[in-house]
């Protein structure tokens, strides 16, 4: 089953039921037709994105029926279309369908196709919203999340802290979700550990100490002895305070909490200059390991949090700060550099024939025809580039030169011999997938 019970094929747009009524009425039902799903244009002006949610549309696939309800509605707002239709709908299945797909996690690039699908022409049409709706927010947000991972450095910890404001409670899984296919290392989901098994991380907000006012607020059991009960709750806190008074406060009640056999983490900090903060904590820390004979404390984490993006991680490594974990959400999750990724959902072949949309703008010009995708490779081991090519084409070969051209702009050409060939596209569904 999806994840979310509502990825369903009555998760589509009204036109597509409408199309294929059309196909069963002009007798196209056994039409074999393949469809192409890519991007056009990186996304966040960047240079890559993250292919991400191809194993939703795997599940969706497997669950891929009208109910009696479904029909029923459609039935109510299609009013004069043919009976015949309808108990041709309640008999669709992906049976007949075959999908091949570059892996999810993998980098890709523009107007490579990243979802190869074949069938019966009016199925595959019924799948086109609902594939489109399963991989654009999941890529774009996973792109997203390997864009701050990438700023930030292999060495910093990035918490996805987004789930208050996502859009709505299926935006907070799936940002969750993607984020973690992106390179964070984990999430403060709980709901999200539960159902993908991603490490879950959190500190405290500000209503936990604004909630006590003295140590006469916590019950005399709550101080004698060793709570172990406790323990956990504690390894997990940071404190949350201005550096003048919190810190000197977090430091003694470490010491102290050291005694019992606690260790303390560290501190969270969530407003003001952050990277003057984290340097300021970090010295305290060595000062204090030092002068106690405390070398653990000397390790504590400084967690940073408050509206984090790109450039104030660029912004903070110039200036050189101590921080060890970020929680980042509003940017991440909602991708406010750019709302949508904009993939598309394209005929490319019927009954063996190519089928190619025309346009004056030759941006929404498609390939046609079945392809395949091959990243070839230097000998260095880096990827050089992808190849697009018809399946009819001989694959490229190793050690062998092939001539490769940009496939609107004629002028853009060159000779490669790669040292390694990968075919991209993996069998996911049919085909033994």
């Known amino acids: 089953m999806p994840t979310n019970s509502v990825v369903q094929p009555l ?29 056009r244009k990186n996304p966040f002006r960047g240079e890559f994105a993250i292919f991400a949610g191809l194993g ?10 009208f109910s009696c309800s479904d029909i029923a509605y459609l039935q109510e707002i299609l009013p004069n279309v043919d009976q015949g239709f309808w108990e041709y709908l309640s008999q669709l299945d992906a ?9 999810e996690g993998y980098v890709v690039f523009p107007k490579v196709p990243l979802i190869r ?6 199925v595959i049409q019924l799948l086109e919203t609902t594939f489109l709706n399963l991989i654009n927010y999941a890529s774009l947000v996973a792109t997203n999340a390997a864009r701050f991972r990438i700023t930030a450095g292999d060495g910093v910890q990035l918490l996805e802290f987004g789930l208050r404001r996502a859009q709505g409670p299926d935006g907070g899984l799936s940002a969750s979700k993607y984020c973690y296919i992106g390179g964070f290392d984990g999430t403060s989901n709980v709901l ?16 936990f100490v604004n909630s006590f006012s003295s140590l006469d607020d916590v019950s005399e059991n709550c101080c004698n002895g060793r709570n172990n009960s406790s323990l956990n709750f504690y390894t997990l806190m940071c404190y949350c305070f201005p550096h003048r008074s919190g810190l000197p406060n977090f430091l003694a009640v470490a010491l102290a909490l050291n005694e019992y056999g606690y260790r303390a983490i560290g501190v969270r900090l969530d407003s003001g200059d952050l990277a003057y903060l984290s340097r300021k904590c970090r010295e305290a820390f060595v000062l204090i390991a030092d002068q106690f004979e405390s070398p653990w404390m000397k390790k504590f984490t400084v ?3 408050n509206d984090i993006n790109e450039e104030t991680l660029i912004s903070l490594k110039e200036q050189k700060h101590e921080i060890n974990s970020f929680g980042i959400g509003t940017h991440l999750v909602t991708c406010q550099k750019q709302p949508a990724l904009g993939c598309v959902f394209k005929l490319v072949e019927v009954n063996g024939e190519p089928r190619m949309k025309l346009s004056e703008d030759v941006g929404k010009i498609n390939l046609p025809g079945k392809k395949s995708v091959f990243r ?8 050089i580039l992808d190849l697009i090519q018809l399946c009819s084409e001989k694959p490229p070969e190793v050690g062998k030169k092939i001539l490769v051209r940009h496939p609107f702009i004629e002028s853009k050409r060159a000779y490669v011999c790669p040292y390694k060939v990968e075919l991209l596209y993996r069998d996911y569904w049919g085909n033994n997938g």
């Open 192 to 207: 999200a550990g539960k159902l993908f098994g991603i490490p879950v991380r959190g500190t405290h907000a500000h209503a």
């Open 376 to 383: 070839l490779y230097s000998e260095d081991g880096l990827a």
């Open 303 to 305: 967690v940073a949090s």
């Open 95 to 103: 049976s007949q369908v075959t999908m091949s797909a570059i892996p």
């Open 56 to 65: 939703e549309c795997v599940k969706f696939l497997n669950n891929f029926r």
């Open 11 to 39: 998760l589509t747009d009204l036109y597509q039921v409408t199309m294929a009524y059309a196909y069963w009425k002009t007798g196209k039902m056994e039409d074999k037709a393949v469809f192409d799903l890519f991007f």
């Open 117 to 122: 699908l074949e069938g019966p022409l009016p």
